[in-house]
Every structure is written in C-alpha cells, then in structure tokens.
C-alpha cells in the first residue's frame, strides 16, 4: 500500500476489515527538520507531501498522526469527537477554565450557555454594536485619510476588533484607558509557544500582564452585577453574571474565565484575519475592485463578494491552524489503524493549501467562494473555524464583523503599505510579523 492509498476511502470504525498502520516519517526527517530548527508547519508539510492526508512521525517515543484528508478531518472532529478529545489547552494560562479549554460535562455546560448567544436571536443583539465599532474605525480612518497620518493597520484591526467584543461583552463602547490594559491579551496570546513548559514558570513570566487582565476583568464583571448595562441594553458579561446567580459551578473565576476567554478568541483572530486580508489585497488589488464591482453598496451580491474576500484569506491563513487532539480508543481512519494514546494533529492550514483539493492553492482567488464548483464540495476540505461540536462559537460573530467592517471600509479608501512584513509566526494564530505601516489613499 502507497502514501497516498487510503485517502478519502474511509473504512468504518472497528470492522474486521485488514488496517495497515499509519504511514510513518522516518527519524531522519525529523532530525533534519530538528537540525534547522525549523518552524512546526515545515515538517508537518514535508510529512503531508510525502506521506499523504493521514500520515504519522515522532517528537518523542511515541507518534503522532497529522490529519488533513476531508474525510478523515471529519471522522476525528465531526463524527466521532468522542473518540478524539481534547486534553488540555495551550491556551490555559490565559483563559483558565473558559469554554475553550474546558472538557466533559463542564465544556457541555458552559457550551450550552453561549450558544444561543450566538447564533439567531443572540447574534441580531450583537448587530447594532459591531455597526457602531465600524462606524468609530470608519471616522479614524476618515482623519487619516485627510491628515497624511501613518498608522498601522494591524493594530487598527486589533483595536476594531476588541471594540466589537467589548461592546457586545459590556454594552460599552472601548475606552483608551481599558484598550491599554487589553493589550495584556495579545502579548500572553503571543508569548504561549515560547513560555516554559513548567507552569508555574510560565505564569511567573507573564504575571504582570495576567494582573492587568484581571484587573480590567474583575472591574467590568462588578459593572456588569450593579446592573451597569449599556445604550443598547446588558450584554453577554450579565449572562454570565447571571448564570452565576443561579448556578454554583459559575464561581468568580470562571465568570472571569469566561470573559477572558472571549474577549482573547473574540478579537485576536478577527483582528489576524482582517491584517491578512489587507496585505492580500495590496499584493492583489483587483480583488477589491471586482469586490466593490460585483453590485452597489448594501446589495447581497455586494456582500457575498465582500464574504467572498474574508473566506479566501481564512482558507490561507484559517482562524485555528492546528487542532490537537488525542485518541481514547484504538479506531480505523481512513483505512489505518489509530491506536489508543495517540496525539492527534488535524491541521486546517494544511487541508485548504492542498493542491488535489483545490486549484492553485497558494493563490489568492476570492472568486473560489462565489462561482459554481469553485471550492471542493466536502466539509472536511474548509474549516478555518473547526468543525463538530466543538466548532468555534464564535464563527457568525466573527464572519459578520468581517463583513460589515469591511462594507465601511473598502469603499472609502486603500491602505498603501510603507513595509509588509516578511516572516509568519505559527502560535495561538498565523500571524505576520512586524509592522503593517500604511497611509491612506482614497
């Protein structure tokens, strides 16, 4: 059996049928990958090209198995989540014991109570809120545009972004004072794959931007008890302090938790996703053209290209690029036996730069996400938000962000970079690294 056999003919799970054992790296090549020390992605790429969409190699004394063929994609997080588990979060360090990291009845808990915050009802909340944290980024770059002023996008985007969650979170507008001590979040959220291994090591080295987020949390979670609602009435921190009322299990620390955990997943990959998208179009100007061409301002077909945008650039640079999990139970993916203990990555970044997925994977094609057939058709083969239950939460928040932030901007002007950045970072996000200086031309 080759690399490549048993991509996309998945065998059910626990049938008699004869399964092969994963496809394995040989030492060399992590050796040679360890001797460069090199970032995560280039062997985990090198595994995939050489070995296929369900392939495995060794860290340590035991393998782990990288997944990135559709099919199995969804057999581990879709259809059998309960055999592939998350253990722990990197993360946890920041968000402590919020729904991101959390595991068994107390994930299905705190899921169940955000959900509906969500999605329907719960999301036509959050319109007003995101629109006006628009509209406040529209205005800035209105005075850029008539000053001259330099700026830097990716920290535009930031401070968009965690106006929209803030305002959703508090019913308040952002402050400067609270922006200041938020960006706590984004240096713990950059420092994660680089802090000790030993956790009490870790905290003590990111104590002093820790004690600001909690500082700033604690403040907005006693606001949000003395009934401090907003212009547009309580937002989601009062269901929180809500549920607390009524349930034991939502202590102090988790209700901070939980707050935490939104405001570093709801703004930072919104915000990673919105720097990406700027640097695509400087490097692909016409896709904004055909984007503002494709009808006239508030029209579907408008905003479907406007969506088209966003979901290009998550494809390249997807909100999470790697999903760990573990196995709890020997299974058959894709046609290989997996067997209990083992790691798991499922790898998004991987999947959508597949080139028997998709057609000229490394380039940015917006048109992909609007023309018949122009995207493969398996949900396995995009996922920039996860898939199955444990999907992100947040994925209509996100999206609609995207979007209505974009319908302001676009039109009006266009960022000219001064420099871009050279170097991707692989952490919490892909991210780029180093400034994003622009003026702005109208």
Excluded: N
């Excluded at 609270?178 to 950059?190: N, Y």
């Excluded at 997996?338 to 998709?358: E, F």
């Amino acid at each position: 059996m080759g690399p490549e056999a048993g991509l996309g003919s998945e065998t059910h799970p626990h049938t008699p049928a004869a399964a092969g054992p994963v496809p394995e790296a040989e030492p060399e090549l992590v050796r040679r990958w360890r001797s460069r020390g090199g970032e995560l992605v280039e062997l985990l790429t090198e595994v995939r090209e050489r070995f296929g969409g369900v392939a495995a190699f060794r860290l340590g004394p035991a393998p782990t198995v990288l997944v990135t063929d559709p099919l199995a994609v969804q057999h581990v997080l879709a259809r059998h989540p309960d055999r592939y588990v998350k253990r722990s979060h990197r993360a946890r360090l920041l968000v402590g014991d919020g729904v991101l990291s959390a595991t068994g009845e107390a994930w299905k808990r705190q899921r169940r109570l955000l959900q509906s915050q969500f999605t329907g009802t719960g999301m036509r909340r959050h319109e007003q809120r995101i629109t006006e944290a628009a509209r406040t980024t529209a205005d800035r770059w209105a005075g850029y545009a008539r000053s001259g002023q330099s700026f830097d996008v990716g920290r535009e985007m930031r401070r968009f972004a965690l106006d929209a969650i803030w305002r959703s979170l508090t019913g308040h507008a952002l402050d400067d004072g609270t922006e200041r001590e938020l960006d706590a979040v984004a240096a713990v959220a950059t420092a994660l794959p680089t802090l000790p291994s030993d956790t009490t090591e870790a905290r003590d080295a990111v104590a002093d931007e820790l004690a600001r987020i909690d500082a700033v949390a604690r403040q907005a979670v006693e606001a949000a008890r003395d009934g401090a609602a907003g212009p547009h009435g309580p937002g989601l921190l009062h269901v929180l302090t809500g549920a607390a009322a009524e349930h034991p299990q939502y202590t102090d620390r988790l209700v901070r938790d939980e707050l935490v955990t939104l405001l570093a997943a709801g703004h930072e990959t919104t915000a990673t996703t919105l720097t990406w998208l700027y640097l695509l179009l400087d490097r692909h100007p016409a896709a904004r053209e055909e984007a503002l061409a494709a009808g006239p301002d508030g029209s579907p077909r408008r905003r479907q290209a406007v969506q088209a945008l966003v979901h290009e650039t998550l494809r390249l640079y997807p909100s999470a690029w790697i999903l760990p999990r573990y196995a709890t139970e020997d299974d058959t993916l894709a046609g290989y036996s997996v067997q209990a203990g083992s790691d798991i990555l499922v790898c998004p970044y991987l999947t959508h730069r597949d080139p028997r997925l998709w057609a000229e994977p490394e380039r940015f094609d917006p048109r992909r996400f609007v023309t018949p057939d122009g995207r493969p058709a398996q949900p396995g083969a995009y996922f920039p938000f996860g898939l199955g239950p444990r999907a992100c939460l947040g994925l209509q928040f996100a999206l609609r962000e995207s979007t209505v932030l974009l319908e302001h901007l676009l039109p009006a002007c266009t960022p000219s970079f001064s420099s871009t950045p050279t170097k991707t970072a692989y952490g919490f996000t892909v991210r780029p690294v180093g400034p994003t200086t622009a003026t702005l031309a109208g």
